[in-house]
């Protein structure tokens, strides 16, 4: 009985959904968020490219602004699933993703104390791979803008959540 109910909620609930994310439909996003492992807030653009009905390309690059002197520079390549809940071609998407990135992080010459003592730290960089996974939601403000509201958890190194607010523009 459990089951049954639970395939007819199923049922129910995908029956608006529609699949109006179509082969070679692209768009490009602007975004501002905050990465949370190092408390700094980041600049976006995201490009993404329908592959397959309902299956998107999404690569970006993400600029976090200096903390602690400390300043990142994000590469992701993300692939997103697309749900679309539509009625009278008025709704919202909402996807899950999952991808690879390269986190690079550029640290800025500064002193340090250690047991009293001040130490000078000489500028470094690092870059690390990450495994990409999260989920994001789209509502349409025109039928060529919308709205972009994203968090991915960055599996690397240094774990982290990037949280992304943006607007975006379909051609």
Do not use: C, W
């Not at 690079?104 to 047991?115: A, D, E, L, P, Q």
């Amino acid at each position: 009985m459990k089951k049954l109910l639970l395939f007819i909620m199923i049922i129910m609930a995908t029956a608006g959904v529609n699949a109006q994310t179509l082969k070679g439909e692209g768009s490009i996003l602007g975004n501002l968020g905050y990465q949370t492992n190092y408390e700094r807030f980041g600049l976006e653009v995201q490009g993404r490219y329908v592959i397959a009905n309902n299956l998107r390309l999404a690569p970006d690059v993400t600029l976090f602004f200096p903390k602690d002197k400390i300043t990142g520079l994000d590469v992701n390549l993300n692939f997103h699933y697309v749900f679309n809940f539509s009625k009278d071609k008025q709704g919202f998407s909402v996807y899950p993703l999952a991808g690879i990135g390269l986190q690079n992080n550029f640290y800025g010459k500064r002193t340090i104390m250690v047991n009293g003592e001040n130490i000078e730290q000489k500028s470094d960089n690092t870059s690390k791979f990450a495994f990409n996974l999260g989920g994001g939601i789209s509502l349409p403000l025109s039928s060529h803008s919308f709205l972009n509201a994203e968090a991915k958890f960055m599996f690397a190194h240094e774990d982290n959540v990037v949280i992304m607010l943006g607007y975006g523009y379909k051609f």
